[in-house]
């Protein structure tokens, strides 16, 4: 990790992309740190296969008034407000309730499958 003013840079190799995901949200979640660049940060192949650049997933920075349900319709779309759950699992141990987030921090937005 490089920090340059508040943007922190990831650079180097991780073992899957789940581990990608976690440095991205522990250091986005770092006082300071406004905006985390991962473009430098692959995901270690698996046997056989070549180091490829790790997926970009999606996040987003809470802003004042938001709770996991706006976020989820912000997200997935109109009258998917119930669907706040994936996002509150995706970003646990950080999140210890879903109606504990706040402003500044950084939350994975997984895809919906």
């Known amino acids: 990790v490089v920090v340059q ?8 190799t991780v073992k899957d ?7 991205v949200i522990a250091v986005g ?21 070549a180091a490829a650049p790790a997926k970009e997933p ?12 706006k976020i989820a319709e912000k ?3 109109k009258g998917q407000g ?3 759950n994936v996002i509150f699992e995706a970003n ?8 504990k987030i706040y402003p500044g921090q950084v939350l994975r937005i997984p895809a919906l499958t």
């Open 75 to 77: 997200s997935y779309g």
């Open 82 to 84: 119930a669907k706040n």
């Open 29 to 49: 979640n770092t006082l300071g740190v406004s905006k985390v660049q991962a473009d430098e940060l692959q995901v270690a192949p698996q046997a056989g296969q």
């Open 17 to 23: 992309q789940s581990i990608f995901e976690k440095a």
């Open 92 to 99: 646990r141990p950080m999140l210890t309730h879903p109606d």
């Open 58 to 69: 999606t996040f987003y920075t809470v802003q004042k008034g938001d709770n996991l349900w």
């Open 5 to 12: 003013g508040d943007t922190a840079v990831l650079k180097g």
